[in-house]
């Protein structure tokens, strides 16, 4: 591998990473960075008062004055899903439990939420209500786009670019209505009409014979055309078009109505199509009135609309017109981050994501319980009946999760028994019934007036599960009435029994209803899973079969082991299963149904009282353990379960009868002897909704009975130590039951045993093992063991099985107000003695006095530690609970506790934020936190005091210190809602903000502030991820305190943070800096805050006074940073930072970057003024891009572009961007404005680095040459390379030609700087910086430039102009060309390459550049994109429209500059301000621009041409050059319009040239377009194309619609003569370098005019550096051909083939001698076809003479001959002279003369301007006429021209035929026809005056001369050749031919003449007579049957003029006589016999 030239200098080959690594470290080590100084923010509030009448009257008052409602608050009241709350019914009951009572407080306290009306707006650009969207952006067309030329495509699917053709029906343009009377007159013809469009964009209708188009009959030019309308007069198909010029109307009819819409809707687009833009604007008024000046003068009456257009531009109107259809920067910019992980947003969460705690469900589904039928059925009452069941089943169900090994939902009890089993039930005396019982009704409170039948039997259930899968199951278990044995009771439904036998059973099964109804036995389940195996919902699956129960596994656990085995069928098998079907529906649960309870039996909304549905009742899921499941609560819920599990009796010896038992299971709330049970124990179906005790089943014959059921009990809210469980133990007779024995009782008490719920008064929820009593003796609570085995104290028991633990109970509590949490319990009952005795509804203290606080004792204190113990899911249930206690203790406490309180404050966060449960925090702070107050005290400033205590360094709690500071931010968001509700709630809100808020409070809260920011700075290290935290929880507390506390005060305290900071800072903290200045300018308010009021004037007129007040306004002055103290704090730090490293540069341009997008998409400040103002205040930013101008790397060119191939720069304008580009610098900031600054010597700051080391350093930086080479740049300490620089890292041979490219720009800069550029000096602002930055944060930088200009007001921008130096204006036209270079489309495929994943990179581990995977990716969530094509066609939309506003932005400003600075640009020194305007505008195109943004670019070079002339026309020819180059470039585009519209820029500087030059000529452009032409073919680039061919066709048709200039521009004739001179010039050329000898002298048998022309070399500037080759001259000659032909000169290809052909085969160049030659064949077969046709017009020629020297001045006296295109009348020409002078010398003083006779000039008046037109044709002598016999012939070379006046003797111009003269003028030019110019002048006149008889005989020999052409042509001209006998022979016709004879030849006349000349006339009549005859027998050959009768009344009146012309001549003409007889006889028969006959012929 090649050395590297880096490393070759260094003589260490591949040592340039380490040696860049070394002074990396070196400088880190030795440099020194000023800190920048921050101004002292102004008293804001002062500010405002003072100035509050400017302010209101301010015209932009919004962006002045902070809104009034900003903040508010409003108390929305709690919404519940139950009809009523229930914990705001028993908070009015009396409460002893303080828990309970705080609980019931939360759930019942309204919400307040405080509302911050523009919050939407305070975040990130991101976060904005509306964004644009990418899809609004318009395609744009560029030509490197661009696969197949737009011209081409439009020939190949549309031929010529034909709208529409067919046939029409074309009447007479004409406004007589006779005419239009018959359309089946010849008036009236068919034609064939074509709409079609000309290449300049105008559209023609032309009408033809027929479809061959072979001959043209008329055209209508569209642009002319008004209006379309229809005429139903004249026919339903007819229409009419309105000419406007002339108030002519055209009539038309289509052939069919579908034809005629057709074409009205054609015409009518084409109509509207070309009406200018301009239009409407001028309708707005927006225009000013025309200003004819310049190029512009004299265009308004051009025939080209496109001309016509130009003529109404003017710089405002160009100026609006760039306003239109415009985009925003940041909309097309594709880096730009969308979506905060990519812009490094650090914004809170979304308050609109943050809802209030609800109740939280899982997946909820409705079950519908339809029926149970099993196979045994028989009818109830007798045989007869109906089959049904015959005994009740009690039914339930329940979910289980066999992953968990647990049941997750209670009990629910549905009753599917038909009436007639329900009755077997009611029969039997409920135990529940007791009559003793008075606790009350059965139903709750809330159901009070809904009949208690309707909850009696529920069918339908709510069910819900948090964490659905398969393996949840749901279980139907059935019970029946106790009978027996399990098998007992099930065999009867196994086998099949007869009628007897069902009698039989029937009989038992009422007995046992009748007698142990009470009692139930288990008899069957069924389950089946709820859930799919991907979690949805199973609707379809079945229960599985009914399976026998088995005593020994009816617990859970059991139940479990069995579930799990439940998709075993080997292991189902086994059980016994009883035949019957379960019918159950599960579904979907999508709305609440109306008549729905909760698990307590609370309706829930909608409940429509009456019922109108079943009730339909919620089953409770059992709370989870998972933290993620748990929720804070919400509403009021207190219920225990209950499960009696087994009682052990086997070994009792108590009771002689112990088998059949039952456990029955009460609460409580005493223990005296009669106390009754409590009502609040959940029923069965038909038992009431609440009784007083519920029993289990009855296991038969078993003494240790496991039972499996479940109480459901409503636990009061005021629990005592009386409140116990009481379970019963009873000893069921089954047998004597059911043998009816009345003596035997069927319940006998076999035992009692009790549990207390709460101890200590906590509730007692664990597993217990009790004792059971044989008896229950008064006051069994008190007793308790004595300990050691010595019994009980209390009153005597007997116990059962010697006092053993014999029952096992459980229970599981579903309570929301009560915890078994003992620290909970104590805190609270310890904390309340504290707390005011009334706690109001809003859930803080009543404030009701103010008293001191209590004093905490130590068991209090003891209990609040404790809670340090809670576990987090109690803590996350209780969170509202507990906080609201906390905050309450904080308040009505001393100053001690506060700490304390803040530390259990801190514990509770960080374990919720640890837990992942940081949501309910925030819902808290957003909606539950309230007022909370005592006395004097805030919680905002008791938590400040705290945090300020905690924070001390002092403190020695380092994780206490962490915690606060990783959980900051909801320390801050507490203290900012408790201010926000201060004020709001104390009316404070309507004071002044230094009045809101207490000294003291500032103090603490500015300590709070400084404490943290140190922590920050000390703790990044160690603490990384609580200092971020912090920093980020401090910006937001700051951007809060924004809108509530003094402004003034507030900017203090960010000027507090920021002077932590200091240049040279690690990294993070220079992002923490950043991050805290990003999250403080996202404010809401951010520009009201900034005062944007500035001192500059509010129009360009008043700039001048007013200007030097306002200088400190343009740069980041101390007064600039005190009035506008956020952004221009952010723009000194943006500032400071471009001087560390790329990181941090990165970071700081981002934020500056993402906050002018912010305000860009605010549609608060969409308005062109606002953001002009917001703009002003970012005005700076301009200025600090000019002090790094130089530090803005130029965008690399790919040395493999495809672009840059096809559009090289012009050599001269490469030139000059060069020297351009090495003007800029880094620049003081004294040459912008008047301000001083300071200056340091660069050798003093580089003394004052030497410590250690420096000069080996600095001989490093230096290197051979004593420079900085760009690969290695010195960034504030650390090594930016290239590499480090871009994303990807080049190849190896590209860094090796760009490093050494670089070191020579590095080379030619240090030459521009004598200092050392080793070390970077200190002054004011920082050290001076050379180094390059990173091409990505250049575009950055660029784009807030862009914007800042293109918005900031036209006033301040000029005023600014004015204050800069030539120098500094300079710099700044490059920083415009840079962002033409950075922004540069590179094109779509190019853009979609770049998107493709990347390798990665191949650089070493120590090398791998820092920033390379953080770089800001493109790729966002906002856009449905799936690819990485798809992510580059998207950013090639962005980039193609990017590059397009940013054209118009630069072209903005140089519009403004060149308008508003022209004196600038005038004045002495300031040639290189005007050079760069004028490379600005080269630029666009030599980049390439889109189709839209080049119709501007061309406008504005349209009007630097009419503004500027004098720089493009005098001194040096380069600029002039350059813009031919480049405009001959575009001539040659593939864009259709561009060509077109540089087609128009070049016509137009030509005109502009000849205009300056008082119209002597157009020399400078002329000779500048040879010369760019032979520079491009030069280059290669072909020009010999339809493309470029096209181009010149359009200018040449621009000049022939031009009427004011149709003296000195360019026909196709013209055209190609003009490129038949270059190559003579090309020609010659290469003659005197000895490589073409015959030079320019070959063209002579073209042309004579060309050697003469072109045969001395005509030099000029910018010629010396041409070089011509054959190759130029074959490309050249190729060209011209192609001219030639489009000028329809085919027959001048022949000579010029006889040019190319001999190079071409001296070349061996057989290809192109086959295309020449086949392209002489299709010219000369174009010859033969137009002289057939005779359809060619080459031109005609008029003479013009001037008179007058007070204005025509040289021109005066001179006459010249006019080529005119084609048919040009003479009124046309004569018109358009006279608007011409018209517009140059006024109305008055310009006169026509209308005749061609002979004009003294001494005879004119001298005030007056005369011009005389006067048609003329080509004049050939005798000698000559022979030679010219085609149409080609007498239009080439031509320069002698005739015209013939008549007069007579007397003085008149017409007289009798005998007094008639002739005066015939030969003219004679300087130059031949045709010729580059369109007028030559006539250097030669010659007149003869021909006698009355010589007119005779030149008139006659011209008829006979016309007849003889008409029949020698072949095809004969029928037509033609009738009009002419017509007129010849026709004596009613004409009389000339007769007159003529009787005249001269009479007798009596002709002796009068001389002899010779009657002679001569006598034979011109034979010649006639005899042609007459002649052309008369052809006619008779050529025409139809129709025309027999015209052509005998021809023949007739041939015959009466020979007899007149024999009578005359006196000559017997009777051969002729003879002759014509016989023919009319012969043919009178022939026609009589073919009119006669039927076939129309004669068949003989």
Known sequence: MAERKFTRALGKPGMAAQVRENVSQAVKATATQVKPRLADPIDFEEFVSKNKVMLNNDPLRELLMYPVDDISHSVVPRVTRTLQSLAAVHLEEDVTNPLVRQCLATYSQDLTTVTHKYLPYSGSYLHLPRLPRVDDLKEQVYEVDTDIEQGDLAILTNGENILKKGYLLKGPESGNEKIFGNFSSKTFKRRFACLRQEVDGTYLLEFHKDERKHDPKGTIVMDFCTQISKNPRRGKCCFELQISECGKSVLLSAESEADLED??????????ADKPQDESRTEKGLTPPLS??????????????????????????????????????????????RSESENGSVELRDESLIWPYEEKFGTRFRVLFEGIKFRLQAPLDSGDGPLSQFEPYMTYASLYDVTQGCKVSEDFYFDLNNPM???????????????????????????AGVPEEWIAHPKQAVMSVTRP??????????????????????????????????????????TCCHRLGDFRMPFGWSARPVFKNSGNLDTESDFSPIYRCEEKRLSEVEFIKMLSDFRKPEKMNKLAFIPGKINVHILPMEVTLPNSLTPALEPVKPFPNPPTHEPTVEVQEFPSNHIDDIHPYVSYCNHLYVYPHFLNYENQKSFSRARNLVCTVELRDSDAEGAAPLRSIYGHPGSGALTVQMSTIVLHHNTWPEWGDEVKILLPHNLTAQHHLLFTFSHVAIEAAKAGKRDVPVETVVGYSWLPLTCKGRIIIEEQMLPVAAHLPAKYLSIEPLGLGKGFAGPEVRWVDSQKSIFRVSMRMVSTVLSADQHLHNFFHSSSSLLPSVISSSGGCAATSPRSSQPMDVETLKNLKALHALEVGTIVAFLPTLINQLLAVLLNSGPDVATNVSRVMVHIIDQVYEAGREDILHSYIKYVMSTSCHGRKTIHEELCHSLAQLLQPSSMDQLITNKILRHSQFFFAFIARSMALHLLTTAR????????????????????????????????????VEARAANIALAHFLKRCLSMMDRGYVFGLIKLYLEHFSPGDPIVLHMYKFILLRVVCSHEHFIPLNLPIFNTPHSIDAKKPKLRHGTDEFHLSTDFNSHHFLVGALLSEVRAALGEVVEVQRVAIGVLRDLLAKHAFDDRYLQSAQQGRIACLYFPIVSVLLENVKRLSWPAVPLNSANSASRRMDPRASARARIARSGG???????????????????????????????????????????????????NGRSSSSLESEDQAPSATNSDLLEEELEEDVAEEGRNHSRNLSVAFAGESGPVRYDKLCPGEVRDLLLCFLHTLKHVPEPHLVSWWTTLSIEALNHFFTLLQLCLHHFKYSGKRQIVREQAPKRASTLPAKLQPPHLNSRISTATDSYSVSSHEGEGWLKALQEANLATEVGLIVLDALGNFTTHCSDILTSDGAEIIMQQVFSLHLLYLQLGQSESLMKHVFASLRAFINNFPRTLFQGDASLCGSLCFEMLKCCNSKLTNLRHEACAVLYLLMRSNYEFTR??????????????????????IGLNNSRFQESMALINSYAASDKAMNNTVFFFSQAAFCHLHIAALMAEYLRHQGEFPEGCHVFSIISDNIPRDESNLRLDAGLVDTVFTMDSLISQLELSGGMVERAERYELLGNLYRILIPIYEARRNYPALVQCYSHLYQAYSRVVEVNASQKRLLGRYYRVAFYGTSYFEDEAGKEYVYKEPKVTSLAEISERLYHQYCDKFGKEPVKMIMDSNFVDADDLESRYAYVQVTHVSPYFPEEERANRQTEFDRNNNINTFMFETPFTQGGKAHGKLEEQWKRRVILKTNYSFPYVKKRIQIIDTEILEMSPIEVAIDEMESRVKELLEIINKKPTDIKKLQLRLQGSISVQVNAGPLAYASTFLDESHSSSYPVNQVLRLKDVYR?????????????????????YEYQMALESNFSELLQSLSSILNEPLLAAQIAIDSVLKRSSQHYLSMISSPGGASSA
């Open 469 to 510: 899968h398969s393996e949840v199951f749901l279980v139907i278990r059935i019970e029946k009435v106790l009978q027996g044995s399990i098998n007992q009771t099930v065999e009867p439904y196994l086998k099949t029994m007869d009628s007897k036998g069902i009698q039989k059973l029937q009989r038992i099964i009422k």
């Open 292 to 337: 004819n000046y310049g190029t512009l003068r004299g265009l308004e009456h051009s025939l080209n609309p496109q001309l016509i257009k130009y003529a109404h531009e003017t710089d405002f109107s160009i100026a609006q017109a760039r306003r239109e259809d415009r985009h925003q920067l940041f909309t097309c910019y594709p880096n730009l981050p």
């Open 1559 to 1580: 119209r002597t000529g157009i020399n400078r452009v002329h000779l500048q377009v040879i010369i760019s032409v032979s520079q491009l073919l030069g280059e290669i």
């Open 1967 to 1987: 010649h006639f007579v005899c042609t007459c005859k002649e052309a008369l027998d052809l006619n008779s050959q050529v025409i139809n049957s129709d025309q």
């Open 421 to 447: 089993a329900r009755s077997l039930l009611s029969k039997t005396k409920k135990r529940s019934d007791d009559p003793k019982d008075s606790s009350g009704t059965s139903l709750p409170l809330s159901l």
């Open 1225 to 1275: 610098g880094s620049i003081d900031m004294s040459t912008y404005s008047s301000t001083p600054s300071r200056k340091g010597s660069s050798r003093a700051d580089v003394s004052s680095l030497t410590g250690r080391g420096d000069s080996s350093y600095l001989a490093l930086i230096a290197g051979p040459g004593g420079l900085i080479t760009h690969q290695t740049n010195l960034v």
């Open 989 to 1024: 809100i309507k004071m002044v903000r230094n009045e809101r808020f207490s000294e003291e409070y500032q103090t603490e809260v500015r300590s709070v502030v400084e404490l943290v920011s140190i922590h920050i700075i000390q703790r990044y290290k160690e603490s990384p």
């Open 263 to 272: 074409w009205m809707d054609k015409l009518t687009r084409v109509i509207h």
